[in-house]
């Protein structure tokens, strides 16, 4: 009278692979096992930890043979002896907040208690998972909801039956980053009944990663409370059912697994099993019950080279059939090995003769050949094919692989790093991350990205926080070794390694020289509204995030094209500086009106000059200050729109040109009449000799209306 009986159960993933026609019933008909289980062990509760549905949002057919389960084993004449002693409305929600069993308007014999896992999570409008549907119409309790997955409130539901008290414990499946950062920041809080507190058998059901797949991707056992007296452990499909013993926290753990197999797993080929705890007063009895209408699965691995049938085989040219007729015979062994392990299992029929059901059947080979030889394995589905008829899984019945080399490759790798004594130096605390770098840099060979600017990109990922400049100065590195490579037509495919080793070591002399443009800091796009951080990551992380304008293409392209590649940079123009600068408008240039010009010639020619040194302007605000200004551009229109008679054909091109490039920095709307002062201008400036400016001169602060004088290059013949 004393003793809970409770059913425990997990990942039961009903709706898996249903629209497969040998194995579309599995999943409910080992559900349905295991609910008509608890009817006829007569238990007083149904445990289950998560999982219920395969998909949070269940077909048609699998709710309905879940519900149709439910209310055929749990409901009935017979009383629950369970007392609710806490407040229900604090565990279950909606708009029937109580546990069902207490329902006056339904009778239950069998509560059943469930968390929801990450298959069956809430989720749409409303948050709703699959499990509210069946609370809703009064088949199971959903308890241990977390609706803030950073603020966590842990709170029993308070049962008793005679004289044992059970404070049933639930937390359904959050991310497990997320919780493992939630408990870690203490922000996880388990609350304990008001009194007796010792007198309570503390049972907790939680939906995460039991082994530790991450650094922080699992729940570790140490973040659980000690007074906790048994935990039950969903998510894990192996099953593990007999309790194990924490001694450092001083509870018992239980992994039930699923009740279907879902993977071609070593995991899942462990027997299937379902436990009844009893628990009287502070101590519990466990009781396992293998399940019966499970799937037989039945798993094997080989290697080709181990099996003698095959000795030596790898020396002959064809051997697939010889391989594929040893595979076969394995396969067969292991069809005959899950029929009889399935029937073992059977309760005893009289005159009643048991068809097993079609196995599954994995056969995983690792096929790595000795230096000189090979194996012909079979196609892996051409196979699997062979068995239609005698094995559930026809697709993949085999699974070849090779050995794995990357150990002895991180071997050699090893190898390669500094000296000890070297990082013994290293002080991660004093040393910087070039110096670091610098050092490990050493020790490998890089052939195309160079190791200096390596570093400075690493040195910019880590201080400054940049996410993306490693991205970009692989991407830049890569993109000029290629159009190096492509502008190098004498170059022969043997001396491709050369020429890459000599460009490289050119970029490190540039960069160490300072000649070498650092790589530019990547802008991102506004991150969207319905961004979440906590679950999508960080916006700057994402790909898409980074801008790639077509502006910055075009000026890429225009400092290319503009400008030979042999030509000497003496006033700072070319392809490194083009790709860094936004074009403006060309209203920089010095209005005519000023005087002294010289002839209508010069001023063309030295506008198409002018047009060039624009594009080295990177000041927002000046060029904002510019375009509000339209004398520069008033004056120089006339000219470009009526060229004088004398003007040679040549001087009409530059013309043309320069009313281009005017017309891309959208000031071809500013069209006004040709002024006397312009006519002034030229016929006043024809005598007069032009003067070279100065590197001083010329800078990107001077105002439109600030004289300037004319550069020698309008006089110069560009014929």
Not at 146 to 163: F, M, R
Not at 425 to 438: G, N, P
Not at 476 to 503: G, P, R
Request: hydrophobic share 35%.
């Amino acid at each position: 009278a004393d003793t809970i009986r409770i059913l425990v159960a997990t990942d039961n993933h009903v709706g898996y692979n249903e629209r497969d026609p040998i194995r579309g019933d599995d999943s409910w008909k080992s559900f349905h096992e295991v609910m008509c289980l608890a009817k006829e062990r007569d238990v007083d509760m149904v445990l289950l930890a998560g999982d219920l549905f395969h998909e949070n949002k269940p077909s048609r057919k699998s709710m309905y043979q879940v519900m149709r389960s439910l209310r055929m084993n749990c409901f009935g004449e017979k009383p629950c002896e369970l007392e609710m002693l806490s407040d229900a409305s604090e565990n279950f929600q909606g708009a029937f907040n109580h546990v069902n069993y207490e329902d006056p308007d339904i009778n239950v014999a069998i509560p059943v208690f469930s968390i929801h896992g990450n298959h069956d999570d809430p989720s749409g409008e409303g948050h709703l998972a699959a499990l509210d549907l069946l609370q809703i119409s009064g088949l199971i309790n959903y308890y241990g909801r977390t609706p803030e997955s950073d603020n966590i409130a842990i709170k029993p539901v308070l049962l008793q039956k005679g004289h044992t008290k059970l404070a049933l414990y639930g937390m359904s499946n959050v991310r497990d980053e997320r919780l493992f950062r939630t408990f870690r920041d203490g922000k996880v809080k388990f609350f304990q009944p008001g009194t007796q507190k010792n007198d309570w058998f503390n049972l907790m059901s939680v939906h995460q990663n039991h082994a530790a797949h991450t650094e922080t991707g699992y729940l570790p056992e140490s973040f659980l409370p000690e007074f906790m007296d048994l935990v039950i452990w969903g998510h894990e499909h192996e099953c593990l059912i007999e309790p194990r013993y924490n001694p450092e926290m001083a509870f018992h753990v239980i992994q039930p697994g699923s009740s279907v197999a879902t993977a071609l797993m070593p995991g899942e080929a462990v027997p299937k099993h379902v436990a009844i705890i009893s628990i009287t007063g502070k101590e519990f009895k466990s009781e396992p019950i293998r399940l019966k209408t499970i799937r037989p699965f039945v798993m094997k691995d080989i290697v080709l080279a181990e099996e003698r049938s095959l000795k030596d085989i790898w020396r002959h040219d064809n051997n697939r059939v010889a391989i594929t007729r040893h595979l076969m015979d394995i396969v067969e062994g292991l069809i005959a090995e899950a029929k009889s392990e399935w029937l073992s299992c059977q309760d005893e029929v009289e005159d009643e003769e048991l068809e097993p059901p079609l196995p599954l059947i994995r056969l995983r080979v690792e096929y790595t050949a000795p230096e000189g030889g090979r194996y012909d394995c079979e196609n892996p589905q051409r196979f699997s094919n062979r068995f239609v008829g005698k094995v559930a899984n026809v697709n993949d019945v085999i699974q070849f692989y090779r050995k794995k080399a990357a150990a002895n490759r991180k071997l050699a790798n090893d190898a390669e790093l500094p000296e000890e004594s070297v990082l013994a130096q290293l002080s991660i605390d004093s040393v910087k991350v070039e110096k670091l770098v610098r050092e490990f840099l050493t020790a490998q060979s890089l052939t195309i990205l160079p190791q200096n600017s390596f570093g400075d990109a690493v040195s910019q990922f880590v201080d400054k926080d940049d996410k993306h400049a490693m991205e970009m100065f692989v991407n830049e590195s890569l993109a000029n070794q290629i159009k190096h490579l492509l502008e190098s037509n004498d170059v022969e495919e043997e001396d491709i390694t050369d020429a890459m080793e000599h460009y490289k070591s050119k970029l490190e002399e540039l960069f160490a020289a300072g000649h070498l443009k650092k790589t530019r800091k990547a802008k991102l796009k506004s991150k969207p509204d319905t961004w979440d951080s906590d679950l999508d990551g960080d916006w700057a992380d994402q790909p898409g995030a980074l801008i790639h304008t077509d502006a910055e293409a075009e000026d890429d392209d225009e400092g290319i094209s503009s400008i030979p590649p042999k030509k000497p940079a003496v006033r700072g123009r070319g392809k490194a500086a083009a790709t860094t600068r936004k074009p403006v408008a060309p209203p920089k240039k010095t209005p005519a009106a000023r005087g002294g010009r010289g002839k209508k010639r010069v001023i063309e020619e030295e506008d198409d000059d002018e047009d060039e040194d624009v594009i080295m302007i990177d000041d927002d605000e000046e060029s904002e200050g510019l375009f509000v200004k339209p004398l520069p551009t008033a004056a120089k229109k006339p000219v470009a729109r009526e060229p004088a008679a004398g003007t040679s054909s040549r001087s009409k091109s530059s013309v043309k040109s320069a009313s281009a490039r005017a017309a891309s920095t959208k000031q071809s709307k500013l069209n006004f009449s040709k002024s006397t002062g312009t006519q002034r201008s030229q016929a006043n400036g024809r005598g007069k000799k032009p003067q070279e400016p100065s590197d001083d001169e010329i800078s990107d602060d001077d105002d439109a209306f600030e004289p300037v004088s004319a550069p020698t290059r309008s006089s110069r013949s560009r014929r």
